[in-house]
C-alpha cells in the first residue's frame, strides 16, 4: 500500500467532508446568524459531540483498532468476525442505556455543559429540547466509528472517509428545505443529525459486507462482555476513555466560559472551530488514521525500524502541510470568514470576534495536528497510559492560562489556551516516544526545516499583504468577487510556497512511501 496515495484518498474524502461542512455552517449562519438559537443548538450538539469523541470515534478507535489488527495477523477471519460481533453488541447496548439516561437528564446534562445559557429564557429550553432530540445519536455514530475502525484494518479508507459528508447533507437539506417549515426553524438542524448518524453508519455496509465483517448485533451483551477480545479492548478502552475526556473537559469548562462572556461568544468559538477542524482532519485525522493500522502491524511484527520509521514520515508530512496551514490561519483569518461565512445575518462584527479566535488557533495549530500523529505511536503498541498523564497535566496548564488569556483576549484568548496547550501536548509526547526508542529521527531534518522555515517567511509576508490590502468585509456586497479573489490567493499561496520549497532543492520524491 502507498501511505502518501492513501493520505490522498482520505484527504480528497475528508477535503469533500469540510468543503460541504463548511457549506452548511455558511447555510446555518445565513439562516440564524450567530444568535440564542445557534448557542443553544451548538451547545446542544456539543454534548452528544463530546460523548462520541469519549466513547467512539476517541476511546475506543484507540483500544479497538491495535487489537483488531492483532486479531487480523494472528488468529484469522474467524476471531476476528466473532471479535467485531462481540465487540457491536456491547457497544449498542450500552450506548443505548446511556442514550436513555440522556434524554431523561437532558435539563442537568446543559447546566452542567453551559450554565450560563441558565438565564436565558429563550436558549436554555432550546438546548434542553434538542440534547433530548440528538442524544441517540451517540448510538449510531459509534457504530459507525466500529465500522470504520474494521474498514480501515483492511486498508479500506474511503468509505469511512467519504461517510461524514452525509451528515453535512443531511444538515444543508435540513437548513434550506426544512427549517423554513416549521414553527421552531431550529429543531430542523436537530432532526438532521439523527438522519445523518444513520446515513453514516449505512453507507459503510458494501464494504463490511465485501469483506464478511457486517456487524452482528446480539440480544445478550452478558455474553458478548465475556468474549476474551472484548475483555482486551475494555481495559484499553477505560485508561483511553480518560486519556480523551481530558481533552473534552477543557472543551466543557471553555464552552462554559464562553457562555458567560455573553451572547454570541460560544458561537464565535464554534465557527472558528469549524475553520481549525478543516486543516486538522485533512492531515491529522487522516494521517492518524492510516498510520494507526500500519502501526499496529509493524508492532505485532515486531519490527520497530519500520514503526520509527512510519512516525518519521508521519512527522514530516504533518510539518511540511501544517505550517503553511498554521499561517494562513493567523494571517488569513479575517478573510477566510468574510468569504465564507459573512452572508445573511452573521454580520461585520461577528467576522472580527471568528477572526480573532481564529487567528488564535493559528498559533497552536502545528500542535493540535501532531498530537494525531504521536499519540498512535503509544496507542499501537498498546499504551495508553501515558497519553493520559500528558493529557491531565496539559488540563491543568490549559486551564490555568485561560485566567491569564481570557481578560485579554476575551474569547480568543480560550482558543490560545487551548493551541498553546496542543503544542506542550505534542512536545511531551515526542519526549516520550524519544526516551522510550520508540522513534528514532532518520538523517535530514535539519536541511529539511531550513527549507522550510524559509518558505514560511517568505509565504507570511505575501500572506499578510493580501490580507491588509483588501476591504474583505467591505466586499459583502460583491460576494462571488470575494470568493474568486479568495480562491485566486489561495492558489497563489500554494504555488508560492510549494514552489520555495523546488527552488531550495527539497527532495518530494520522500513522501512515496510503501508500506506491507
Not at 221 to 233: C, D, F, I, N, T
Not at 245 to 272: D, E, K, M
Not at 487 to 511: D, E, R
Request: glycine share 8%; charged share 10%.
Amino acid at each position: 500500500m502507498n501511505l502518501f496515495r492513501a493520505l490522498l484518498t482520505v484527504s480528497g474524502f475528508t477535503l469533500l467532508s469540510r468543503v460541504t461542512g463548511l457549506a452548511r455552517e455558511t447555510l446555518i449562519a445565513r439562516a440564524f446568524g450567530a444568535s440564542q438559537f445557534t448557542d443553544a443548538f451548538y451547545v446542544a450538539f456539543r454534548i452528544p459531540n463530546l460523548l462520541r469523541r469519549i466513547s467512539a470515534e476517541g476511546a475506543f478507535s484507540q483500544a479497538f483498532v491495535p487489537i483488531l489488527a492483532e486479531f487480523k495477523n494472528q488468529q484469522g477471519h474467524d476471531a476476528t468476525k466473532a471479535l467485531v460481533d462481540a465487540t457491536s453488541t456491547v457497544l449498542a447496548w450500552a450506548l443505548a442505556i446511556l442514550s436513555l439516561i440522556g434524554v431523561v437528564g437532558a435539563s442537568g446534562v446543559v447546566f452542567v455543559v453551559a450554565s450560563g445559557l441558565a438565564h436565558d429564557g429563550q436558549a436554555y429550553p432550546l438546548a434542553v429540547t434538542m440534547t433530548r432530540i440528538m442524544f441517540p445519536y451517540i448510538v449510531f455514530i459509534s457504530l459507525t466509528s466500529l465500522a470504520s475502525g474494521v474498514l480501515n484494518t483492511y486498508k479500506n479508507f474511503s468509505l469511512p472517509a467519504f461517510a461524514p459528508v452525509l451528515l453535512n447533507v443531511a444538515f444543508i437539506v435540513a437548513a434550506v428545505f426544512v427549517a423554513p417549515h416549521m414553527k421552531t426553524p431550529v429543531y430542523a438542524l436537530a432532526w438532521a443529525v439523527i438522519v445523518g448518524g444513520v446515513l453514516q453508519f449505512l453507507v459503510q455496509l458494501p464494504g463490511l459486507k465485501k469483506i464478511d465483517m457486517v456487524p452482528r448485533i446480539g440480544w445478550n451483551p452478558v455474553r458478548a462482555l465475556a468474549h476474551r477480545g472484548v475483555k482486551r479492548v475494555l481495559s484499553k478502552m477505560v485508561p483511553a476513555m480518560f486519556a480523551v475526556s481530558v481533552a473534552q473537559i477543557s472543551l466543557i469548562i471553555n464552552t462554559n466560559i464562553a457562555s458567560r462572556i455573553g451572547p454570541g461568544a460560544v458561537s464565535w468559538i464554534n465557527y472558528a472551530d469549524r475553520l481549525m477542524e478543516f486543516p486538522t482532519a485533512l492531515l491529522g485525522v487522516a494521517l492518524g488514521t492510516i498510520l494507526l493500522p500500519s502501526l499496529s502491524k509493524a508492532h505485532v511484527d515486531a519490527d520497530p525500524h519500520e514503526y520509527s520509521s512510519l512516525l518519521d514520515w508521519g512527522l514530516r508530512v504533518t510539518f511540511l502541510l501544517a505550517a503553511p496551514s498554521a499561517i494562513a490561519l493567523f494571517f488569513f483569518a479575517e478573510p477566510l470568514t468574510a468569504t465564507l461565512f459573512h452572508y445573511g445575518k452573521f454580520d461585520a462584527h461577528s467576522v472580527v470576534m471568528v477572526g480573532r479566535a481564529l487567528a488564535a488557533y493559528g498559533v497552536g495549530l502545528i500542535g493540535l495536528i501532531l498530537i494525531k500523529i504521536l499519540a498512535p505511536g503509544f496507542y499501537a503498541k498498546q499504551d495508553i497510559k501515558t497519553p493520559v498523564k500528558i493529557g491531565v497535566g496539559v488540563l491543568v496548564v490549559t486551564q490555568l492560562s485561560n485566567f491569564v488569556f481570557v481578560p485579554i483576549f476575551a474569547h480568543a484568548g480560550l482558543t490560545l489556551s487551548v493551541g498553546l496547550g496542543a503544542c506542550m501536548n505534542a512536545l511531551l509526547l515526542f519526549i516520550g516516544l524519544r526516551r522510550r526508542g520508540i522513534y528514532m529521527p532518520s538523517s535530514g531534518w535539519l536541511v529539511f526545516f531550513v527549507q522550510m522555515i524559509g518558505a514560511c517567511l517568505v509565504l507570511a509576508g505575501v500572506m499578510h499583504w493580501f490580507a491588509i490590502s483588501f476591504d474583505w468585509i467591505g466586499l459583502h456586497a460583491q460576494p462571488l468577487a470575494r470568493i474568486v479573489l479568495l480562491a485566486a490567493c489561495l492558489v497563489l499561496f500554494a504555488a508560492l510556497y510549494f514552489g520555495m520549497l523546488w527552488l531550495m532543492g527539497f527532495k518530494y520524491a520522500y513522501f512515496r512511501r510503501r508500506v506491507k
